[in-house]
């Protein structure tokens, strides 16, 4: 993470996909007019346009995905099996796109995002497993990880329907390690539609330079009435004792005091550091502590990527889509224009802020 590098392409990219200053300088404002805006039921994801994979070599994927179908109400047809033994964490590309070609010919043409019930595999390369699947395996960025990737139509989109507007099926993991506690993540989940608590939004400028690069972007601070939403911007290396996030991001490549917090249903959390997403390794925090600590979505890099803001979740673009009343997987998914080395986790279907 220690190369932090700035191209005309990322400056072009800026000024064609984020909010201009103007913008930004009310965004307090104009977040709570959007939000009181949408209409109520308006076209987020639904459990009728998600598919489910399930890992019959993996008795925890079966046993997770079965409580998954029938909570959501996920419709049989849109249940996909495949089998990959061993739980490798990373695939080889052929052997991905042979499993992608799979999971695709039992997909329905209504599907516009597909859940993996699994904690591994979530690497293909230098890639990660849900962007493959989604934007296909790009394998030019293997020989330089610390490259741009390739641009995400979807990045900031008003699209409903990523598959039907662009050719998309969003992908996300449903960690499967422990099935207690995916199950207990599906319950946030559910439960993030039905209550709608006072709530905040953290976002931390930490000491770790390299790691700050998207703090530019954190939305000002200041509250929003309508979505009963604080939004609080700190120099800190840690929340402690916070007992009311929604949102929680920072750079730092372990984030301290977890345990001390209260995350509230539908909470998305994430840190932007180099491994994050190499979600079973040891060599940085895993993007699954956050789930561990009560978020219900998180994302991560599998390999470097260096300090590119555009790799990681632009903190006013997820908050944007979300606070529209989009689910996790959407408002996460929008909110990366590179994603290609990233991995979205956690319960897709989560929409606190959707208006019933």
Request: net charge positive; proline share 8%; charged share 15%.
């Amino acid at each position: 993470m220690a190369r932090f590098v700035r191209s005309a392409a990322a400056a072009a990219l800026l000024r064609k996909l984020i909010l201009p200053p103007a913008l930004v300088l009310g965004l307090a404002l104009w977040l709570s007019s959007a939000a009181q805006a949408q209409p109520p039921g308006t076209g987020t994801l639904g459990p009728a346009q998600l598919a489910i994979v399930v890992n019959d070599a993996d008795p925890a994927s079966v046993a997770v995905a079965a409580y998954y179908r029938e909570r959501r109400g996920i419709p049989a047809a849109n249940v996909v099996h495949v089998r990959i033994p061993g739980k490798p964490h990373s695939l080889e590309p052929a052997r991905f796109l042979l499993l992608k070609k799979e999971i695709d010919s039992q997909l329905g043409p209504d599907i516009q995002a597909v859940l993996m019930v699994w904690t591994a595999p979530y690497a293909v390369a230098c890639s990660s497993i849900t962007a493959a699947y989604t934007l296909g395996f790009d394998a030019a960025l293997c020989r330089d990880t610390c490259a741009a990737g390739q641009p995400s139509a979807y990045f900031n989109a008003p699209s409903r329907r990523p598959w039907s507007s662009h050719g998309m099926r969003l992908a996300m993991l449903l960690p499967t390690e422990s099935v207690a506690a995916a199950k207990e993540l599906i319950e946030r989940g559910i439960r993030s539609g039905f209550h709608r608590a006072p709530a905040t939004a953290y976002y931390l400028t930490t000491l770790e330079t390299a790691r700050n690069s998207r703090a530019g972007f954190f939305p000002p601070a200041g509250r929003l009435p309508a979505q009963q939403l604080t939004i609080e911007r700190l120099h800190a290396e840690a929340l402690d004792n916070a007992h009311d996030i929604m949102v929680y991001q920072l750079g730092k490549a372990s984030v301290d005091k977890l345990e001390t917090l209260r995350f509230l249903p539908g909470a998305l959390a994430d840190h932007l550091t180099s491994y994050g997403g190499d979600l079973l390794g040891s060599s940085q925090m895993s993007s699954l502590r956050w789930l561990d600590a009560g978020a219900t979505a998180s994302y991560g890099t599998v390999s470097e990527p260096c300090s590119h803001w555009q790799k990681f979740p632009n903190p006013t673009v997820l908050l944007r889509h979300y606070l529209q009343g989009e689910s996790a997987i959407e408002a996460y998914w929008k909110s990366v224009a590179w994603p290609a080395q990233g991995v979205f986790i956690g319960e897709p279907l989560a929409a606190p802020y959707r208006r019933h």
